[in-house]
């Protein structure tokens, strides 16, 4: 070959090798990556794996053909001003356009199939007997659980037991938000006036993330939750610890927490059971989440903080700080009296 | 016919120069449009490109709080409404389409100049509407998709979504008389012998991309309507509580927005498909079939809209059938690739700053399609979308794509459009610097999705992995920003110092580089007779394969300059000042609704409307049958015959929506009033009236044509009394309704049947005004005998808004009953 | 598409005649006539108690037919190039494509069915 184009050539072949060498920095650069979606622990986001195992395989087969193919046309079987010769005419060969319809055809027939077979297949109509139902209902910003069978109601963090079938049906209570668990179970737009679903079944214990991938205003990036898969004894435990009465604490700051929980607004909002009551509608009691084992809680405020006292300080002294466009208001607590709120809250294991 | 520019010599000026800046207002040359349309949008492409290095400057960090949360959330809305609506459209359709389209098949202009003007000056204005909000503050911030009910006033109470309401209402007119004005020339006004499949192939492309705006932006304009009526009346079209849904928006948000995606990339392909064969000395592989594939993908694209919804809950049926349709459009796109690459090679190839970008199009659009093809698989969709790796898929396709694409057609067309060439040194570091920043901002977003981070987020947690490879985008992104700048003072530079180029600086194969550069105001001398495809490298080489390496037959640059006598006979459409008034009137009307101000509303629209009815009268020859247009027209039709049936084809998709919308919320209506308060008799009698109006009207035009103007002009005002009587009616209807307690917003029935039967009685209006403007023509013997056109056109939109009427008295009307088909 | 271009320079009288094949004010009428017949014969089946079950069809029948005649007719489709009928047949086609798969998806299919 000659050496034409010597320049041409030498940045591009830079260009590509910069290129591959981010490709793979990229796989390689290290994690945890928490929101991962190549770390299947359900039935549901193993199909889909395997799918995009597939997808991608496939995919980089076509780009290394058009790369080689590019790389043939314009450094190999072309010529540049000045060289002898005539250049090529060809402009049509019904063979070669045959070829690069049908193949591709092929491939996508090859994507096409096991893609509707996985829709149908994590799709289900109905569900085995066992199915555990939990109900998610999306707020800005933050996200409620509630598992009727069991009687538990929960915000930011959902338990699930493993190796059952768990029936996610979802709403929203304002505008259409996305439930997104990339380990578990992938995700789904939760609509006002309407109930989604997801059908799963996780295999591995472990707390997982998860985020809202629905733009819904302005604290959209502040709307996170966390997925517990237990085991299944740890999870009737935890089912027995939700249902327990909140602690009732008799002295010191919670105690005192308490007193200024019965004279402060919360309630209007925030529910404990037995504590402060809420109306039957739903209206009452229920436009923040229910905080009758809030202490039990690993983060708060949409998961966007860990449940410590200093944090719930944070929190309840100016929300909109902590979470711009918050609904809840600042109530204008400060000193002793947060710090007593704080403490009975946090005592509510 | 018009006046010619005054003290210029017309066979030796060139269109850039006379006129002063009066003479820019009121142009309706097309290349000076298409200048203005250029500029505008580079200003814009950097005002767009600036909001990007702030959302970067945001993410460069986790926790980061250089913007605030409701700044980001609009500077990333307005990020994407100015690149896809004031960056990438106008370039494409505004500036190049403008430009090019009749020089490449060979006119002296479009069909329609005023209304070409109109289209830029709305643009603008449009333009400036959506931007308000760096003014007054407010932009908008519900993302360049705004879903609802985001957008409604309970979540977005401020005047945000207005900006973004009435800005994309007033631009989609802009766009889809720019559409309908592209479609008529390209259709009817291509020199003799020019066939459809001896087009440049950038006219295929510019072709199909007009027909999927006409077809695609009513759509949108319903769903932004019904926003408008939600937020400005009161009503739930988006609303749960009254039985709506949400997911109404986001159907007819991407039924518009899938083909939108490819209006912006069909121009992109026409480029490439121009630039690679000449820099490679061969003619464009597999022509037929690359025709084919941009209807095929075209077509396509009008069934692929639900794989933007893959995540919403549609059910397996239809995530199936989205799914399948967005694989298969995915064949003819690869047909594209394959063939390009089948173009190069074996070429004699020069490596110009346009073919160095071309060459990028093709790899960088190939790994945004392949991204795509995962996204169409729904399940695999359901980890990806929403994340960053869409962010990746799309930019790849529309900046990698579609920009560089346009980025190669400036360097290329450049010397044609201004007789100078760009500094190809500084193009050659601008192409580099593009590409290795280019990749390195967005190749690693793939890496961003597959990790979860979630789209459209002001900032992020600074445990989850992400922080390496946002700080490195950003600072990519701050390079590549950089590398703008460059481009940016090429053009400038360039324009005013630039090498000398000749009418044929590249030895190109097309029609538009067989006139000087820059290009005289009346385009070619003699309309040119075409005979082959690379119709201009036939002539200079003999044959379409011909490598050009030979001798010249003919030496454009040795030509000599065109006699007066020769130039004599030329006839210039002469400026108008109405385009740029009426655009500045729909602007009021905008403004006024922003504000709240009514009474500026209806100056607005009355303003309007006469300059409409006054710019109608402008030419003499309005009326008057064109046999001249007429018989040098390349399918022997009127220009102004098509463009009324392409408007009546827009029409459709319009009235399609509002009543798809009535049949799918009718079953949801919670309460009364219902169908039942619908007035069978009352209606029937109207419907009479509306088809015997029709009657009417043909035997007005029949009037005319047997040059019977009495009879002609009796019969016109009679259909507008028939129109009135029918208006009558309706005002009757609804007045009754109104007593009965059925109000706009009463419940879904209420919003659906009062909007789209009030729209339906809005174009009786205009019906009946443009029936009277009429007959007051004819009374004065303003109308043509032969054809009596004028009277034609105005019977064909009569006719048609009759039709629509047949259509909703038989499903709203008489199919009251009927609650669920 | 078509390669009569230079025909067209003297064509204008070709087509002229071609366009002046206009019907006259008689066959407009008996168009009238039966449009009125028509609508008759929908507000007919609309009253019909016995004709109910059949509201759907019949209505879409009757409702295409005087759709075709005020398209060919007074629109003047049947004597026009066909490039007009083509010109409005594609978005009549897209139109009910749409307004049929927004029904299907609404009605029919998904969550939001119903």
Not at chain 1, 36 to 42: A, E, G, Q
Not at chain 1, 289 to 300: A, C, E, I, Q, Y
Request: charged share 10%; aromatic share 14%.
């Amino acid at each position: 070959m000659k050496p034409r184009n010597i320049k041409l050539k030498r940045a591009s072949f830079m260009a590509a090798f910069l290129a591959m060498a981010g490709s793979l920095a990229g796989c390689a650069s290290g994690g945890p990556y928490p929101l991962d979606t190549l770390s299947p622990k359900s039935d549901l986001t193993r199909s889909i794996l395997s799918l995009f195992k597939e997808v991608t395989i496939l995919d980089s087969i076509v780009l290394v053909v058009v790369i080689i193919a590019m790389i043939g046309a314009i450094f190999v079987y072309s010529s540049r001003e000045g060289d002898p010769g005539e250049p090529s005419a060809m402009h049509s060969d019904v063979t070669l356009e045959m070829l690069w319809t049908v193949i591709p055809a092929l491939i996508l027939v090859a994507i096409t199939v096991p893609t509707v077979h996985t829709i149908i297949r994590t799709q289900p109509e109905t569900w085995p007997a066992e199915t555990l139902e939990v109900k998610v209902i999306a707020h800005q910003w933050w996200w409620e659980f509630q598992y009727p069978s069991l009687g538990v109601i929960t915000a930011d963090e959902v338990h699930i037991p493993a190796d059952r079938t768990i029936h996610f049906a979802m709403t929203s209570k304002d505008v259409i938000h996305s439930f997104f668990m990339p380990s578990v179970g992938g995700k789904r737009d939760v609509v006002p006036g309407q109930e989604n679903q997801i059908t799963l079944k996780a295999d591995t214990p472990g707390e997982y993330y998860g985020q809202c991938t629905e733009f819904c205003g302005t604290s959209h990036a502040n709307m996170r939750f966390r997925v517990f898969v237990d085991t299944p004894a740890d999870f009737d435990k935890w089912v027995a610890h939700q249902n327990e009465p909140p602690v009732k604490p008799t002295e010191g700051a919670a105690a005192a927490g308490a007193k200024i929980w019965a004279d402060a607004p919360c309630a209007i909002c925030h529910t404990i059971k037995g504590v402060s009551g809420f109306s039957k509608d739903y209206t009452y009691g229920f436009r923040g989440p229910d905080l009758t084992h809030f202490g039990s809680r690993g983060t708060m405020a949409g998961s966007i903080l860990k449940n410590t006292p200093e944090n719930v300080a944070l929190w309840i002294k100016n929300p909109d700080a902590v979470k711009p466009g918050a609904n809840m208001p600042t109530l204008g607590l400060d000193g002793a009296d947060l710090n007593n709120l704080v403490a009975y809250l946090e005592s509510l294991k | 016919m018009a006046a010619q520019p005054k003290a210029l010599h017309l066979e030796q000026a060139n269109y850039l120069e006379g006129g002063g800046i009066y003479g820019w207002l009121t142009t309706i040359d097309h290349k000076r449009i298409a200048v203005l349309y250029g500029i505008s949008a580079l200003v814009l492409m950097a005002l767009g490109g600036t909001e990007a290095m702030l959302v970067r400057a945001q993410l460069i960090v986790p926790n980061n709080h250089f913007l605030s949360a409701d700044f980001y959330n609009q500077i990333f809305t307005m990020h994407g409404l100015t690149m896809i609506f004031l960056v990438l459209m106008p370039l494409e359709t505004g500036f190049f389409g403008n430009f090019l389209i009749p020089l490449q098949i060979g006119a002296r202009d479009v069909a329609f100049p005023r209304l070409n003007a109109l289209s830029y000056w709305i643009f603008l204005l449009g333009a400036i509407a959506l931007n308000l909000g760096w003014i007054f503050g407010g932009l908008p911030n519900g993302g360049w998709f705004g879903y609802a009910n985001l957008t409604e006033r309970a979540y977005a109470p401020g005047i945000n979504i207005d900006y973004y309401d009435i800005g994309l209402l007033i631009l989609g007119v802009s766009s889809v008389m720019s559409a309908l004005n592209f479609f008529v020339t390209i259709v009817n006004m291509r020199a003799p012998g020019m066939t459809f499949m001896r087009m440049p192939m950038f006219i295929w492309a510019l072709l199909v991309t007009v027909i999927l705006i006409l077809l695609a932006f009513p759509a949108l304009t319903v769903g932004l309507i019904f926003l408008f009526a939600d937020r400005y009346f009161g009503s739930h079209f988006y609303e749960v509580i009254a039985g709506a849904t949400p997911m109404l928006w986001q159907h007819l948000f991407w039924i518009f927005g899938h083909p939108e995606v490819y209006i912006m990339a069909l121009p992109a392909f026409g480029m490439i498909s121009e630039v690679l064969p000449v820099f490679s000395r061969k003619p464009l592989f597999g022509y037929p079939m690359m025709a084919y594939s941009i209807i095929l993908i075209a077509f396509l694209s009008y069934g692929v809209w639900g794989h933007h919804m893959f995540a919403t809950g549609m059910g397996p049926v239809a995530d199936s059938a989205f799914a399948i349709t967005s694989m298969l459009i995915a064949i003819p796109t690869g047909v594209k690739v394959f063939s390009w690459i089948a173009t190069v090679w074996g070429g004699r190839l020069r490596f110009t700053t346009a073919m160095l970008f071309a060459l990028g199009f093709i790899l960088e659009f190939t790994i945004g399609g392949l991204s795509g093809i995962m996204h169409a698989s729904a399940p695999i969709d359901l980890e990806q979308t929403d994340s960053y790796f869409i962010v990746a898929h799309f930019h790849y396709v529309l900046f990698g794509g579609v920009l560089m694409a346009i980025l190669a057609a400036f360097y290329y067309y450049f010397p044609k459009i201004c007789g100078r060439f760009m500094n190809e040194t500084v193009g050659k570091w601008h192409f580099w610097l593009t590409t290795i920043f280019f990749n390195c901002t967005f190749f690693p977003m793939h890496f961003l999705g597959e990790w979860g981070m979630p789209r459209r987020i002001y900032t992020y947690a600074p445990d989850m992995g992400w922080n390496f490879w946002n700080k490195f985008e950003s600072i990519s992104a701050f390079c590549l920003g950089a590398s703008f700048l460059l481009f940016f003072a090429n053009i400038a530079w360039s324009w005013f110092n630039g090498e000398h180029a000749g009418a044929d600086p590249w030895d190109a194969r097309t029609l538009e580089w067989s006139i000087p550069s820059p290009p005289p105001i009346y385009n070619f001398v003699k309309v040119p007779v075409v005979h082959s495809r690379d119709a201009f490298w036939v002539e200079k080489y003999g044959d379409v394969e011909a490598s050009g390496l030979g001798e010249k037959r003919v030496n454009v640059e040795f030509l000599p300059p065109a006699s007066p006598e020769e130039v004599a006979g030329i006839h210039i459409p002469a400026a108008s000042l109405y385009p740029i008034l009426m655009a500045g009137a729909i602007f009021l009307a905008g403004l006024g609704m922003l504000v709240g101000w009514f009474r500026l509303v209806f100056m607005g629209l009355g303003l309007l409307a006469f300059c409409a009815i006054a710019m109608s009268f402008e030419y003499r020859e309005w009326g008057e049958d064109n046999p001249h247009q007429v018989s040098e027209s390349f399918l022997g039709l009127d220009n102004r015959k098509l463009g009324v049936w392409s408007f009546i084809g827009s029409e459709c998709v319009f009235f399609a929506s509002l009543i798809s919308t009535f049949m799918v919320y009718k079953s949801r209506s919670i309460g009364v009033p219902d169908a039942q308060i619908l007035n069978i008799p009352l209606t029937s009698f109207s419907t009479f009236i509306l088809l015997m109006s029709s009657l009417l009207m043909v035997l007005a035009l029949a009037g005319f044509q047997r040059n019977n103007r009495f009879w002609g002009t009796f019969w016109l005002f009679g259909t507008a009394v028939f129109g009135l009587i029918f208006l009558g009616g309706q005002v009757y209807e609804f007045g009754s309704f109104y007593h009965e307690g059925m109000l706009y917003n009463s419940n879904l029935f209420s919003q659906c049947f009062y909007t789209l039967v009030g729209f339906h009685g809005f174009h009786v209006f205009i019906g009946v005004v443009w029936l009277i403007t009429v007959a007051i023509a004819g009374m004065k013997g303003k109308i043509g005998s032969k054809r009596a056109l004028s009277v034609e056109l105005c019977g064909l939109y009569w006719h048609f808004v009759d039709i629509v009427w047949v259509v909703i008295f038989t499903l709203i009307y008489l199919m009251r009953t009927i609650n669920r088909a | 598409m078509s390669d009569h271009a230079i025909e067209h320079g003297h064509g204008v009288h070709a087509h002229a005649i071609t366009e002046d094949h206009h019907p006259g004010a008689a066959v407009y009428l008996l168009v009238a006539v039966v449009l009125i017949v028509l609508t008759a014969m929908e507000i007919g089946v609309f009253y019909a108690p016995f004709l109910q079950a059949w509201l759907v069809p019949l209505l879409i029948i009757l409702a295409v037919l005087k759709f075709i005649l005020v398209a060919g007719f007074y629109m003047h489709l049947k004597y026009d190039s066909s490039v007009f009928t083509t010109l409005f047949a594609f978005p009549l086609l897209l139109a009910m494509m749409i307004c049929g798969s927004l029904m299907l998806l609404f009605l029919y299919l998904g969550h939001h069915a119903g």
